[in-house]
C-alpha cells in the first residue's frame, strides 16, 4: 500500500429498507461529487418510528478520500491571457472561498498552480471548469469566507 493522505467527511445516509441501504444511499451521492472514496466508517445508526414501526433507517458515517497530489493527472484548463499592455489583476482582500466538501481554500492571491490558474485570480473569474483540487466538486460547493 502506498502512503497516501485521506480527507474525512461525515455524512448522513437513510434509506426505508435497511442500514445497508441507508450506507450506500450515502456514498452513491457522495460519489457523485466527491472523488477517489477510499473507505467508511459506520458512526452512529438511528430508526424513526411511526405508528409502532420504524418507517427508516438513518445512518451517519465518516468517509475517506484520497487527497491528489500535484502529479495526478489533471484536466488541462488553459492559462489565463494577459494582453500586451494589460496589467494583472490586483486583488489586495480579495475573497478567499472554502470548500463546503473537504475545506480547501481558495485564495486568490496564490490562485492554483495545479491548475494554471494565476495568482490575482479572483474566485468569480475562476473558469467554470474549475474544481477543487484536493476533492474535485465545483464552484457551487464553495462559499466565500473573507
Known sequence: MDEAVYKIVELAGSSKTDIEAAIQNAL???S???RNIRWFQAMEIRGYMENDRIDYWQVTIKVGF???DNHTEKKEIPPVEIKQNQKP???KGASR???KVCGYIYD???GDPSQDIKPGTSFEDLPD???CPECGVGKDQFEKVS
Open 32 to 34: 457523485k461529487t466527491i
Open 108 to 110: 486568490p492571491e496564490k
Open 66 to 68: 484520497k487527497t491528489e
Open 28 to 30: 452513491s451521492r457522495a
Open 89 to 91: 489583476q490586483e486583488n
Open 129 to 131: 471548469s474549475w474544481k
Open 97 to 99: 472561498y472554502r470548500c
